[in-house]
């Protein structure tokens, strides 16, 4: 019993001198397992002494008993009896019977019994509690057969116990010193990515006073830590902001505990940048404000690529005019101004007679740079509130405002062709263009823009059957280009059903593999009398006319059949890209046609391309929105076609749900020996990808303008450099490695 004393005595202690060294150490003593929980979790035979057990026969004497106890150590000595059953002798009992003189009688006679057992299975925390209801101090452990494996006596259970705290301190320990050494790599790392990153970072304590900034700041702003140190960071502000913009600032960073958006802020030079800037408001595990944390980065070169891309959407890039959405818009108010005001507008319809042959003959930088002279002499006819644009091609429209008389426009037209007759100087060629304009007014001629653009477009056609180099007025007896288009209309509508119209396919090849992955579809007519049809005559007439629904649904529906074949014949890697019309994707009912043909033909829809152009995608944002993620709920890609040449919009392009975008040839063409196209192009190339699309560039037309293309990372190309639209059955062979 004084042995159980001092054993649970000293434990006390010693667990207390533990905390204490591990408080010293670091370690959260609070948070290791109570005893209780760990004694629990711990087995009785882990608390077994140590050596053999050996059981004293009944008949062994009392010094036998004496001698065992004091050799193995032990407090205790097992009696096995013959029928099975152990009794215990304990150390207390031995000096209880040497005070009664019991002299040297057989254990058997003297030991407790039964012994009081459990298995080997029980846990310490159990059989602890045991001892301590029934008022024991020893208890047997029996293996799984029933026999006496040892005797475990209350101290070696303490024992045992404390033995197991020790070592989950010991785990907690080493747990500690892994955590910190992981903590250090990892604040290691964290300081050796601020150093290096290129963004800028600033901290600043609670009050807002710089505390720390990288090197990246320095390089942004120009400020050396030292200079900015203990200062506001409002010593960045370039003035451009109102106070209004820093209180909502403030108010949502401290409503949401983070900002984010762009603000201009001056260098150390005076020069004022944008900037993308995010501020976070850092606070301690109490919730307590300790540091805001900002990070900035230069976007001076993408608002500059921004601008460039913005510019496109009302400018033709190469002559710099208005294209047809800024005319459009000026047109407008024209007719408004003149309808307020009770006088008239005119439109003049101006095309090159004969700029083909200059082209073919001489190439197509030599035909640019007549474009642009010509575009510079129009200009210099108009009075500063006429605009002119062009259209496409040798296309160009005036649009001539606050008109007293129509034969101001006249007056106008006759100017220009003089203008225009004169010889131009490009490269070393005299080049004498001449020029027929068609010229419609408002209100007399139409009070609709539409109208008005076609009617001069009527006009101009008569001047050139009169002998070009001359304008026309607009009349309605001008009926002749109608009647042909009567009959060409006639004839189209008939095309369908006598099976004129057939399918070409043009490659788009990878970049980097030179693989061809997909192909265009392209629509061609063969007509028994006129022979081929350019698409360019009989294309917009289907428009018009609505015919462009019929001809694009058989289009769709051919396009898809020929890939089952194709599939069949085991290129089933191939994308089909299928261009579809204004008209088209206006009908209410053209999501629904797709999910048809699809189903019909067993079209993959991943493996359809829907091709649009920018024009149909502005005319109704919302509805357009709808309809393009139906379609991208069915499975099928879209793609932007013809970009830059219609109404690019950034906005836009991150709206709508876009897989792919199209560079127009018109950029790609002159790559090689314009920087300025070189690096629009780049500029949207990198512009597409950062909004996750993939990018392909049309025309291509050398090997030199597909090694800038893949320079700069555009993913396909199509072109006749790879090849030219041709029959199914070709284009199958122009695939073969």
Same mark, same amino acid.
């Given at each position: 019993m004084r042995k159980f004393a001092e054993k649970r005595g000293e434990s006390q202690p010693k667990m207390a001198a533990k905390k204490t060294f591990l408080a010293h150490r670091g370690v959260n003593v609070e948070g290791i397992r109570s005893i209780s929980l760990i004694s629990s979790k711990m087995l009785i035979c882990s608390a077994c002494p140590k050596g053999n057990l050996q059981p004293l026969p009944p008949s062994a004497p009392l010094g036998e008993a004496a001698r065992q106890m004091r050799d193995a150590a032990r407090d205790a000595v097992v009696v096995a009896y013959e029928d099975g059953s152990y009794g215990i002798l304990t150390e207390r009992d031995l000096t209880r019977l040497v005070a009664e003189r019991a002299g040297n009688r057989p254990v058997g006679e003297l030991a407790s019994r039964p012994l009081i057992t459990v298995g080997e299975d029980a846990s310490l925390y159990r059989v602890r509690c045991m001892l301590s209801d029934r008022g024991i101090r020893h208890v047997g452990v029996l293996r799984h057969d029933g026999s006496l494996t040892d005797v475990v006596s209350f101290a070696d259970i303490l024992s045992g116990m404390e033995l197991s705290y020790v070592q989950e301190l010991q785990h907690a320990l080493r747990q500690r010193d892994l955590a910190l050494n992981a903590s250090q790599r990892n604040l290691h790392l964290a300081e050796k990515i601020i150093e290096t990153t290129l963004e800028g970072i600033l901290i600043t304590d609670d009050k807002a006073r710089i505390i720390s900034v990288n090197p990246a700041f320095t %390089?942004?702003?120009?400020?050396?830590?030292?200079e900015v140190i203990g200062r506001n960071p409002s010593m960045l502000s370039s003035g451009r902001q109102t106070p209004d913009f820093y209180q909502e600032m403030w108010s949502r960073l401290q409503r949401e505990g983070q900002w984010q958006g762009e603000i201009w802020n001056r260098r150390k030079t005076g020069e004022i940048y944008p900037e993308l800037l995010t501020i976070t408001a850092i606070k301690d595990r109490d919730g307590k404000l300790t540091n805001y944390a900002a990070v900035f980065s230069d976007i001076s070169q993408l608002k500059e690529n921004e601008a460039r891309i913005r510019h496109l959407a009302y400018y033709d890039p190469l002559t710099g005019l208005p294209n047809r959405r800024l005319l459009e818009d000026r047109l407008q108010v024209a007719m408004a101004h003149a309808h307020r005001h009770r006088k008239r507008a005119a439109v003049l319809f101006i095309d090159l007679d004969r700029f083909k042959r200059i082209n073919d003959s001489l190439g197509h930088e030599i035909g640019d740079q007549l474009l642009i002279e010509i575009a510079r002499r129009l200009n210099a006819c108009l009075r500063e509130d006429d605009t002119v644009? %062009?259209?496409g091609g040798d296309e160009f429209i005036a649009v001539l405002s606050d008109l007293t008389d129509p034969d101001d426009a006249a007056h106008t037209a006759a100017r220009i062709i003089e203008a225009l007759r004169r010889p131009v100087e490009v490269d070393g060629h005299e080049l004498t263009v001449t020029t027929s304009i068609g010229i419609s007014v408002f209100p007399d001629d139409g009070r609709d823009p539409a109208v008005l653009v076609k009617n001069a477009d009527i006009a101009m056609y008569r001047a050139k059957e009169e002998g070009r180099n001359a304008f026309? &007025?607009?009349q309605p007896a001008m009926n002749a280009r109608s009647l042909e288009h009567l009959a060409l209309e006639n004839a189209l509508r008939r095309a369908l059903d006598c099976e004129e119209l057939v399918l070409h396919f043009q490659p788009l090849v990878q970049h980097d593999t030179g693989q061809t992955v997909a192909a265009e579809?392209?629509? %061609?007519?063969?007509?028994?009398?006129?022979g081929l049809v350019p698409p360019a005559r009989f294309i917009p007439l289907a428009e018009? @006319?609505?015919?462009?629904?019929?001809?694009?649904?058989?289009? &769709?529906?051919?396009?898809?059949?020929?890939h089952a074949r194709w599939r069949e014949a085991g290129h089933d890697h191939l994308q089909m890209q299928v261009n579809i019309s204004a008209r088209q994707f206006r009908d209410e009912n053209f999501t629904a046609l797709v999910a048809r043909v699809i189903?019909? @033909?067993?079209?993959?829809?991943?493996?359809?391309?829907?091709?649009?152009?920018? @024009?149909?995608?502005?005319?109704?944002?919302? %509805? @357009?929105?709808s309809m393009l993620n139906d379609l991208r709920m069915l499975g099928v890609r879209l793609a932007l076609d013809d970009f830059g040449t219609g109404y690019s919009s950034l906005a836009y392009l991150k709206r709508f749900p876009i897989n792919e975008l199209k560079i127009d040839r018109l950029f790609t063409r002159d790559i090689d020996r314009n920087p300025g196209d070189a690096a629009i192009v780049e500029a949207i190339i990198r512009l597409a990808h950062s909004l996750g699309q993939r990018v392909v560039a049309e025309g291509v037309e050398s090997a030199a303008q597909r090694a800038i293309l893949a320079r700069y990372g555009c993913d396909l190309m199509q072109g006749f450099h790879f090849g030219h639209p041709t029959d199914a059955t070709r284009f199958l062979l122009s695939c073969q490695p």
């Open positions: %390089r942004l702003t120009g400020y050396r830590p030292e644009a %062009r259209m026309q &007025l607009y579809a392209l629509l %061609r007519w063969q007509h028994p009398e006129l018009e @006319t609505g015919l462009i629904v019929p001809i694009g649904e058989w289009v &769709l529906r051919a396009a898809c059949l020929q189903a019909e @033909t067993g079209m993959p829809a991943a493996q359809l391309t829907l091709e649009l152009t920018e @024009t149909m995608l502005m005319e109704d944002s919302e %509805r @357009t929105v």
